[in-house]
C-alpha cells in the first residue's frame, strides 16, 4: 500500500528568533527548510509513503544544507535539481498574546526555484514514478516560468494516471495584480486537479462566486458542491479554524466527495507551533484517499493530524499513523512509559 | 528535631531533551539525577533533616556524576556503594497538549543497584542510623536480590526501634507476572512498615480487596482501614489527583491515622514539571509525623508540598518548611522582594 | 513633535534566571540593565522622541556594558556621567504558577549613582534640554545626595519651563523610616511636578489621606482629585491591575485631567514579563500629554502601551506608536507576513 | 561511476559533554550517531556513491532519532531493520592537553544489532545489490550470533562478485580472550576480503606473526607482503599516525597492491575531532579502487580525506571529492568567498 | 579634539554558524551587523571620536535590528536612511586548520543600500558636519548609483575642507569586468583622496603599474611614491600580512607620509577572529593623523590597534586608545585585577 | 589515612563572560563560587580526605546557590554559618592572546564574610575536629575582624594538636597601606605556620629581605631556608611559572623541608584555565605531608597536580590521586576507553 507522493514546491530557509525575542533583542537564529511541498512530501513518509520532492536548490553551502535537511526528514533526493544562486529566506520572530508574530522575506524571486525553468525537471521521469503530484497555491503566485512547470507537470501525471492535488493557499501579498491576476492561474490548476484543498473564501474571492447564506457554513455547503461540478473535481477538503479567547485553537475539517459532506468533529487544543498544521491536514486527506479509508475516517483523521501538527516545534508535520489513530481515540494521556 | 532519614533506592540519569521537541528533532539532552528514594532524601534535607540514600553506584564518570548531583542536593554519601558496571538510564521527551510525554528506557536490571546484594550494603550501621527508612515499589518490582535486601533492611532497622515507610508505587510495565507476581511481596513490605503510601486502587488491585462503593472516595474510605487493621500500619496517606480541561491539576491528600481519615483541601494549580510531587508529598508526611504536627496540619503541609514540587524545574522537590508553611496561608504574591 | 525627554535614575544590572530555575539550581544568568528612568527614555525614543538619562555610571568594564546597553536601547549618552566604584544589581529568579518571583539585591547604597552629588551632573546644561523631565520614587528612597539631586533638578527643569513628571512608586523596603520618613519627600516632589504617576494607596498610605470609600475606585474619585488641588497637579494619572485566576492580567488606565477622570477599558491580556508595565503606560501618558492627544485617546493609548510591554522579553517597552494604535483598535493577529 | 557501498555495523549513540568539561560539571550532552559502517557509508555517499548499512535498531524513539540522523547524513534505509530493545551507547569527556578524553560505555552487547540474528536481514537482496561490503573488527569482537552473520553476508557478496573490505579494526577491551580467541575470527575474516585495513601491529599480535625488524616501518614493509600472499588480499592499506609535542597529529598512508607498497606524503596537521579519521582514509581507499586512481593517487586521496576528517566536528567524513583534490594541491586558503 | 567621523557604506547582516560546524551539521546562527564603514565608525567611537555612517536601510524588523545594533557600536544615526526592502546578507562557516573558512552571499545587489540614489542623502548636512569622510572599494565595486553617490559626496566634504580617506579594498570576485573596469573608478577615487589605504598589489593589479623590484617590500617602496605624486595624496599606509606555520599572524604596517616611509616592528600573535582587522588598521591611521601623533607612534598605534582587533569576537574593532596605548608598551599580562 | 582539613575562607561568585567576548558583547553569564579555602578545601575531599569550610554566607537564594554549590564540591557544611547579608562577586572577561582577562570585583567588603566576626564560628569544635587548618593572605588583607578570626583560630588549632597551613598569596591591590601594612600581619601568620607556601618574592617585598643574588633561583635558595628559621617552619613550598612564547606554560615546584630543597622537573603544557593551579599544587604539599610521601615525591606530586588543575574547566581542581600518580608517569594517552 506503500505510495509514491511528489510534491512540487520551493524549499524556503526559516530562520526564527528563540523565544519570543525581537529581532532587535536577540543574537542568535534557529533555522530549518521548510514549504508546503516539503511538509506535505516529509509528512507522507511519515505515514508510510515515499515522499519525493521536485525543486531547485543552489550549488553552495546553503543548498547543501538544504538536502541534508530534506535528507532528515526522509524525503528522496532524486527529483532535487541544483543550480541558480539563491534560496528563498524568511526570519520569524513568534508573537505572544495581544502581539502577532511577524515575517519578513528576504528576496525570493531570484530563487533558484523560482528562476528554474521547465528543463530543469526531468518531467517524463516524474511522471513516470508519480502516484500523486501535489501542486500549491504559493507556488502559482511566483512567476510564470514556475507555473509553467507547474501546469506541464500536472498534465504529464495526469496523462500517465498519476493523481493531481493542488492547495488553494491564496496569498494576497504575492499576487500583485490581486485576485485578478491569479483567476486564471488557479481556474487551469483547478481543471486539472482531482484533489483540492480549499474553502468558501477562495470560491468566493478567487473564482469570484456568490453566495446568498451570510454565515460561512452556509456559503461551504453552496459554493464547494458548485466548483466540484465546474471544474470536475473528485474530492474536495479543507478546514475552518477560530482562536478561542483562552488562546486554543479549535478546527474542523471538511470533506466533499461523492457529492457528500463529511465533518470532522469540532477539535479543541493548545498550539505550540502553528506553521504546518495545513499541510498536516492535507497529507491526512491523501493518505486516507490513497488507503482507501471511509469519507468519515478520513476527514477526522486529518482534522486530528493537523491537531497534532500544533503540538511539536518546526513546519514539519511529524505524527504517524499510529499516532493519529490513537490520539483520534481520544485518550490524553500524561506520560507513555 | 533534626532526625535521620535514610531511603533505599535506585539512583536513574535522567536524559531529556529540551523544550518540547522529539529526540529525533533535538542534538542535546540536559542530564540529571533522579529516584524516588533521592527525591525523599533530598526533600528532607531541605525540610532540615539529614536526608542518606543506600545505594549502588558504578566505579565510573557516570558513577562519579551521580554521586556529586546527590551531594549538590545535599545527601550524605555514606552509605553509597561502589561497583557494578552500569547506571540504570532514561530518556524523555516532554509533552505538548495533546501529545503525550514520551519514557524510553535502557537496559535496567544490568545496573550496579539491580546487581547489588545484601554484602554491598553496611546493614549495621544503616540500623543503627535511620530514624526512619523508605522505600518503594518502583524498587520492589527489580529482582530477587534487590527484594531481600528491602526486607532484610527493614527488618533490621524495625529491630532498632527505627520507622519503616513503604510508598505502593506499582507500575504495570515493571511486573512480567502482573498483580499476582506483586502481592507476596507487597503484603511482605505492608507488613513491616509503620507508614506506608497507597490508596484504593492498590487495594483493589495488588491486594486483591474488593468495594461495594462504585466511586474512588468510597472505596479509599472503606478499604484504608482494612489494609490498617490487616497489616497493622500505624499511617496510611496518599493522595487524588486529577488533570482539569485548562490543564491544571487538582490534588487532594489524605491521612488515615488513629482510625480516622483527614484531608487536606482541593489544591488546583498549574504544573511546570510534574515529576516528584508525589515524593514531595511523602516527605510531607514524613516531616509532619517527625515534627508532631497535628494530622490536619500533616495532610495539608504534604499537598501543598506535593503542590510546590510542581512549581520547580526537576523531580527533586526542592522548598523549604517555611516556603510551604507559607504557601499554606495561601498568598500569592507576584514578585518577592 | 519630536521632544527630548529627560529622566533621572539608577541603572540596574538585571541578573535573570533562564527559565524558571532557582539559583541553586542553574549555573548561567542572562544580563540586561534596567531601570524606571531606562525605561521611560528608551520608550519615549520608541515613540519618536530624543530620550536621555541623567545617571552616574562606574568606569569600569560594567559601566561600559551598561553604556552600551543604554545606546543599544536608543537612549543618548550626554548626560551620562561616569566614575565611583559599583553599579547596583538584582538577581531575579522567575516564578511559576504558585511560586512567586524572587529578588535578591546586591548592596546597591554604594552605587556610582547613589554616591553621586550635584556637581556630577551639568544641570544647566540639562535644564536647557529638558522638555520633560522625569523622576521616580525609588530613587527618592536612596539617600540625602541623590534626593538632593533630584530636587534641584527639578526645580531648575520648572524655571526654564519644562514639564516635571513624578512617579510616586512606593517601595516599603527601600524607607527605613517607613511612610512617616518618606512624606515630606513626596510632598516636595508633588509640589514640583506638574504630571504625577499615583493610585488612592499612595494618597492613603504615603500622604495619609482617608477616604470614605471602602472600595478602590471609590478611594480614587475621592483623594486623586484633593492631591492635584492641594499639590497644584495638571495631569494625575494610575492604573488598577489585577490578576485573573487563569493568570492572565487585567488592567484599566485613568487619567485625571481638568478636573475630570478619563478611564480606559478594562484590558485583559496573557503575561510574558510583567516587569517594566508600568513605565509603559508613563510612557503613554506623556507621548499623550506631548502630542495633544484627547485625555481619552491617551489614556487608553497608555493602557495598551502597559499592555504591550507585557508581550515583550525585558524590562523595557519597545512598542512604537503605529503598534500601539493598531493595536487600540483590537485586531489580533496571528502572523504578520 | 556511482557505485553501491553497503556496511555492516552497529549505530552507537555517543553523548558527549560539550566543551572540555567533565560529566560531574556539565548538565548537557550533544548526542549523535555514529560507528564505522555509519562513517564509511556517509562518507561514500559524500564522495557520490549510495551508501547503505545493514543494522538493526530499536522501534522506539531511540530508534528512530538513529535512523533520522542516518537519513541526514544520506545513507539509504533500506538495509535497516527494527526491533530488539536496546541501542549501545557511549558518553565522552573531551580532554585537554595533558588530560585525556575518557569515554564510558553502556551495556552494549544487549543492543538490537547484537543481538540480531541472520533471520533479521535479507541476505539475498543484499548481496544482489553490493558492489562493496564493508566490514570491521570492532563488530567481530561483539558475539557469536553477530560474527554469524558478518562471514555468512560476506561470503554471499563474494559470491555475487561483489569486493569484500574488512578493516581489521583490533579493540583490546572488547576481546575478553584476548588475541588468541580474536585469531581464528580474523583469519576467517582476512580469508573473505579482498580489501583490507591493517598494520604491522595487528600482523604482529593478532596473527602471531614475527618480524626481523625492530622498527615499525621495517615490519610493515616485511609482514604486509605476506599477509597479502597467504590469505590471498588484492589490496591491503594503512596509516601510521603520531602525536607530536605541539599537539599536531601526523599521518602517512601505505597501500600494497600488485605486490608494491605506496606511501602518500607525511602529513602535519591541526586536530579539532580525531575520531572517524580512520574511517575516512578508509573511504579514500575505497573510492580510489572504485573509481580507477593510480594506486599513487589512491594512497594520497585517502590520507588526505582523514586529514580533512580531523578538521570537521563529529565522527563522519564530510568532505567531497573535489574538496579532497583541491586540499591535494596543498592550497591553504583563508577564507574561501 | 573629538572630531566628527563619516563612513560611507553597507551594512551586511553576518550569519555565523557557531564553532567549527558546518551549516549542513548546525541549527542555529550568531549574527551581527558590520560592513567596513561599520567597522570604521564604530572604532574611531571607541577611540574618543562620534562616528556616523552614511547608509540606507529596510524598514522592516531586519533594518530596525540594523539600527539598534549600529546604536550598540556608539554610531550616530542622523545619516542613516530608511527604505528599500532588502539587506545585504552572508553565511559564514568558520574553518579549522587545513579547512578554509567559507563564505556564501545572499542577493546583494537588491539591497537597499544598492538600490538607493544620491536623494536619499542628506548630502549638505553630511559635507557640513564630516571631518573626515571614509571611503571603500567594495562598495565602489556595487553599482553605478553608488558610485555615483561616492563620487558626489567626496568632492562635497572635500569643498567644505574636510578629509577623504579611501581604502583600495579590492575584491575581485565583486567586479565583473576585472581589473580593467575597476580602474577608471579608482583613479578618480585616488584624485579626490586626502588618505589612501593600499599596498603594492593594488598599483600593480588595478593601477597597472610596474616594478622592477621582484619582491613585495621593493615594489613597495617603489610604487607607493608613485601613486602619492600621480594622485596628489597626503598619506598613504597598508599592510603586510602573513600566517606562519604555527597558525600565528605576522602584521607589519607602513605609512608613507612627506615623501618618507615610516614602518611598524613585526608583530606576530595569535588571530582570534581576524575579520575587522584591516579596519582597525585604517582606524588607527585616521586617529594618529587627526591626533597629530607623529608618524612613527601612527603607524605602530595602528598596527597595535589591528593586532587587538584579532582577539575580539566579531568584525568590529573594540579597543580604546587606552588600551593601545598600553599594549604599544608591550606588556603582556595574564590577568587584569 | 583520611584526614580532616579545614580551610578558613570566603566565597566569592564568579561570573564569567562566556567564551573570549567582553561583558558589552554579551548577554549571558555563567556563575560558580570559588575561593582559596573553597578549592583547598574540595581539592582535599576528591584526594581522600574531608574537606571543611569555615565562612559565613548571607541567608538569602545567593547564599543557598552558593551553599549547594560546596556541597556540589564534597565540601561539608557543618562549619558554614549564615547571616549577614551580600556575598563577595566578580566578573571576569577572558582574554585571548595579547589582550589581557579582565576582573571587575563588586563591593567585597560588605559581604557576609567580611563582616563576620569571632563569635559567627564555633571555635572550639573547628579546633577539636581539624587535623590541618588553611589560611591565605587574601583573606588576611580583608579587615581587623576577619584577620582576628583567622589568627584566633590558627593559635586554638595549634593548641590542639593540628597543623597550620599559610599560603602568602599577597594581592597588591587589597592592601591600601602596601607591604609595610601587611608586614606585620604576615609575620604574625608566618610565626604560628608549620606550612607555608610562597616565594623568593614574598620574603623580599613583604618581609624586606634583601638577596644577594640577581636571579631568582638564587634568591629563592638564599632567602627561604632564612625564613623557615627565623619563623620556625617546617616545610616551606611554592612554584616558579612562566608563560613561554608559544603559549604554553611551564611550572616548577619546590619544597624546603628537613634544611633541604627539593625540585620538582619543569614541566610544560597548554593551559584550559588558570585560576586555581597554585590551590591544586598547595593541595598535593598537603596530602603529601598527610600521606608520608617523601619529600621528592610530594613536590612532583603538587606540581602535576598544579598542571592537572589548567586543564579542567573552573578554578576548584577536580584530579584524584590515582589520576595525578598515573600523570606522574608522563603517559598522555589520546582516548582513555
Request: with cysteine; net charge neutral.
Amino acid at each position: 500500500m506503500r505510495k509514491r507522493i511528489v510534491a512540487f514546491g520551493e524549499v524556503m530557509m526559516r530562520l526564527q528568533v528563540p523565544g519570543h525575542a525581537l529581532l532587535s533583542q536577540a543574537n542568535t537564529l534557529q533555522y530549518s527548510f521548510s514549504g508546503t511541498g516539503v511538509n506535505v512530501a516529509s509528512a507522507m513518509t511519515k505515514l508510510g509513503h515515499d515522499g519525493f520532492l521536485v525543486t531547485k536548490l543552489p550549488d553552495n553551502p546553503l543548498g547543501d544544507s538544504a538536502v541534508v535537511s530534506l535528507q532528515h526528514l526522509g524525503i528522496e533526493r532524486d527529483f532535487i535539481s541544483r543550480g541558480g544562486k539563491y534560496l528563498g529566506m524568511y526570519f520569524l520572530e513568534n508573537g505572544f498574546g495581544q502581539r502577532a508574530s511577524r515575517v519578513t522575506y528576504s528576496n525570493r524571486l531570484e530563487s533558484s526555484f523560482n528562476t528554474a525553468s521547465l528543463s530543469d525537471y526531468d518531467l517524463g521521469l516524474i511522471a513516470e514514478k508519480a502516484d500523486i503530484i501535489h501542486f500549491c497555491g504559493i507556488t502559482l503566485a511566483m512567476a510564470d516560468n514556475v507555473r509553467e512547470s507547474m501546469k506541464v507537470l500536472a498534465r504529464k501525471v495526469k496523462e500517465k494516471g498519476g493523481t493531481v492535488c493542488f492547495d488553494c493557499n491564496y496569498r494576497p501579498s504575492l499576487w500583485e495584480g490581486g485576485y485578478a491576476a491569479a483567476k486564471p492561474h488557479y481556474e487551469e490548476m483547478l481543471s486539472l486537479a482531482d484533489i483540492v484543498m480549499m474553502n468558501e473564501k477562495d470560491a468566493m474571492y478567487i473564482l469570484g462566486m456568490k453566495s446568498k447564506s451570510p454565515h460561512r457554513d452556509g456559503q461551504l455547503r453552496e459554493l464547494v458542491p458548485e466548483v466540484a461540478k465546474k471544474y470536475n473535481i473528485r474530492s474536495i477538503a479543507g478546514t475552518h479554524r477560530s482562536i478561542n479567547s483562552d488562546t486554543t485553537h479549535t478546527l474542523r475539517g471538511y470533506l466533499y466527495k461523492g457529492q457528500t459532506f463529511h465533518f470532522s468533529d469540532n477539535l479543541s487544543f493548545s498550539v505550540y507551533d502553528r506553521i504546518g498544521s495545513g499541510d498536516a491536514y492535507t497529507s491526512g486527506i491523501l493518505h486516507g484517499e490513497l488507503t482507501g479509508f471511509s469519507p468519515e475516517k478520513t476527514v477526522l483523521f486529518a482534522a486530528v493530524s493537523g491537531m497534532l501538527a500544533c503540538t511539536v516545534v518546526g513546519d514539519t508535520p511529524l505524527a504517524t499513523e499510529m499516532e493519529i489513530l490513537s490520539a483520534m481515540e481520544g485518550k490524553m494521556e500524561d506520560i507513555m512509559r
